[in-house]
T-cell receptor, first 114, second 112 residues
Framework: NAGVTQTPKFRILKIGQSMTLQCTQD?????MYWYRQDPGMGLKLIYY???????DKGEVPNGYNVSRSTTEDFPLRLELAAPSQTSVYFC?????????????FGPGTRLTVL | GENVEQHPSTLSVQEGDSAVIKCTYS??????FPWYKQELGKRPQLIID?????GEKKDQRIAVTLNKTAKHFSLHITETQPEDSAVYFC???????????FGTGTRLQVFP
């Protein structure tokens, strides 16, 4: 199993540009999450999904959109990028239903908005 | 509130000494408490977790203790080694939500 994979690893955007951060998991996990981590800070939840077709907002959803059309994929869309969105973005997944809530993280996407 | 308070924010220890990191919370519905280790430039990785029906859990040099009454839980690392140097995050999850709430992290440095 590859686990949770994310693309791209790095990206530089200009203010106002848009992009999609990709996240895929091959563990048949039903739950998926997007976090952002600003330098020297903790993890803040952007959006999450409890299954295909279902998404919900986290702590910091403004400026982002998500979709979950399949179990495996959970892309994060940035519209009209702003410098405040400069951060490292982590995708995570977990399986609910067997007494475990362990979240497995992807390697992250480092995004800079100039 | 929702937040998890984590202390200290930085911790320096000599190799072989013990390290303790403490987190406090207020939501009494919290029932799952994982700890993640994040090395520089890497992803967070689960190192140990505990559920509210257990008071202590050990895995080799790492242990987590939970005091439900006082609403705090702690990570204990014994016989620290330089490779333990990393940022450690605590987190909590309530039984009636699907979200982990993370602490602000503790930067642990182990000096040889």
């Amino acid at each position: 199993n590859a686990g949770v994979t994310q693309t791209p690893k790095f990206r530089i955007l200009k203010i106002g540009q848009s992009m999609t951060l990709q996240c895929t998991q091959d563990m048949n996990h039903n739950y998926m999450y997007w976090y952002r981590q600003d330098p020297g800070m903790g993890l803040k939840l952007i959006y999450y999904s409890v299954g295909a077709g279902i998404t919900d907002k986290g702590e910091v959803p403004n400026g982002y959109n998500v979709s979950r059309s399949t179990t495996e994929d959970f892309p994060l869309r940035l519209e009209l990028a702003a410098p405040s969105q400069t951060s490292v973005y982590f995708c995570a997944s977990s399986y609910k239903g067997q007494g475990t809530d362990t979240q497995y993280f992807g390697p992250g996407t480092r995004l800079t908005v100039l | 509130g929702e937040n998890v308070e984590q202390h200290p924010s930085t911790l320096s220890v000599q190799e072989g000494d013990s390290a303790v990191i403490k987190c406090t919370y207020s939501d009494s519905a919290s029932n799952y408490f994982p700890w993640y280790k994040q090395e520089l430039g890497k992803r967070p990785q689960l190192i140990i977790d505990i559920r509210s029906n257990v008071g202590e859990k050990k895995d080799q040099r790492i242990a987590v203790t939970l005091n439900k009454t006082a609403k705090h839980f702690s990570l204990h690392i014994t016989e620290t080694q330089p490779e333990d140097s990393a940022v450690y995050f605590c987190a909590r999850q309530a039984y009636n939500t699907d979200k982990l709430i993370f602490g602000t992290g503790t930067r642990l440095q182990v000096f040889p």
